[in-house]
């Protein structure tokens, strides 16, 4: 038998699931409060539980970590009101699988979750955020920000709640905000994407919500703006934080009512968009400066899903470089060392440098040359290595200080009466080889601005000999 745990202080709430439930032939047990909840949940396990996160005497959020430390197994689905979604998203990242907003107005949606989680497809969740995050340009691998984050987008996808994306200039803001709209109820409908800061300010507000012909000089027709052309897709305002304040206020407007009027017209027009919002800058250090109004900061940041640099992410970086390279070029691949500069680069332009210099590299590469290769890299990519190199290659005075100390520990075991353990001293030889073999091979490899290909040539050794050389499990600093 499945046993449900529904755990709300409202009782209506409370019936109302119970019959919902039984009706699906489940055994439902309610708590009206955490004291219940405790009794109930000493008393046997649960497959699932609903929990409300504002209750009389303890919060939603401090029973999702009671179940989901004591009882794993059991599937748990947070319930908020509109002013509590922001907790929802907490309740997410501390592990609840979805979330709910009450009143329930979609029971259809509110019983296919019930049942997906009874059914345990999570695995079918998984496939499917990466099938849409490939469908929206978005490579990723092993980085778990990007992979919890991606989660995070696809459960508050379907909801109908607005969202802020925070990020570095070319780190996929834009790539995010297509992937909430094919993840959601809306992915039918149109995506439009409007930059508020390519626009002034006349010309960005016809843009949202279009003109009247004659409104202003040179408007010679009727223009739908994109909040009547988004429909009920979505809309993405890149760049939110350059809109100025009478934009600010109007959009403001558009939030809090769904209304909004053409630019010298008289009908109030309604609009079901929703808006994903993205921004480069703090937009909370802009409304301290006084440069973003709080109120829609408030609206607009329902959920804020806040993209990591690149350089947070190193482990995709030949990834994304690969995946950019089978775009433009097939036969072209990438060297492993090239790709291991690239992973030491901060790449400032995230993303975008990535493709920017990708591009650029392609552009000069020989005729009839298959691979890119460090010296094909931009100075500045190539010198990030050359930086650590220069940081772990011995200095002539550290070569010669090593050599000393190695000779006069060798000369005090010689001339020492007790007896000579042969074993120590074959190591001790080991341990010079390595180090003189490791010090030879950096200092190549400076020459070489960190080539490592040309770096063996001329040392005339292969290159698992000079891999083997540098020891490098034992030395990340020169990977
Ligand atoms: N994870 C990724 N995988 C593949 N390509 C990516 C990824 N992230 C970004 N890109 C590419 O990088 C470029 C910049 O992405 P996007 O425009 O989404 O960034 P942005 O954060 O919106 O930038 P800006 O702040 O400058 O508007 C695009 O060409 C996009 O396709």
Redesign the pocket.
Known sequence: MTNILIVDDDREVGNFLNYFLKEKGLNVYMAYSGKDFCELFEKQSYQLALIDVKLPDTSGLDILKNITEKMPACKTIVMTGYSTVKVAVDAIKLGANDFIEKPFDDLDALEMTIDQLLANKVTTAESDIQEL?RTS????GKSDT?NRLLALAYKIAPKNINVL?E????????????FLHYASQRNGQPFIGI?CGALSESLLESELFGHEKGAFTGASKERRGVFELAGKGTLFL??VGEASMSTQVKLLRVLETGEFMRVGGETVQKTNTRIVA???VDLTEAVKNRAFREDLLYRLDVVKLV?PP?RERRE?IP??AN??LNKAEEKIQLSEEAAELMQQYDWPG???E??NVIKRTLTIMDEGSSMISPRHLPVNIRTGKLLLIEKAKPTEATFEEYLKKWTDDMLDVWRAEEKVEMEMILNKVKDLEREIGRAFVLKVLKETIGDRQDAAKRLNISMRKLRYLLNEKGQPSVK
């Open positions: 995050a340009g978005i490579i990723t990007m994306i990020g570095e200039t070319g780190t996929g803001k834009e790539l995010f905000a297509n930059n890149d760049e993205a921004t480069h993209i690149l995709d990834l994304i995946h950019l995230n993303v975008r990535l493709s």
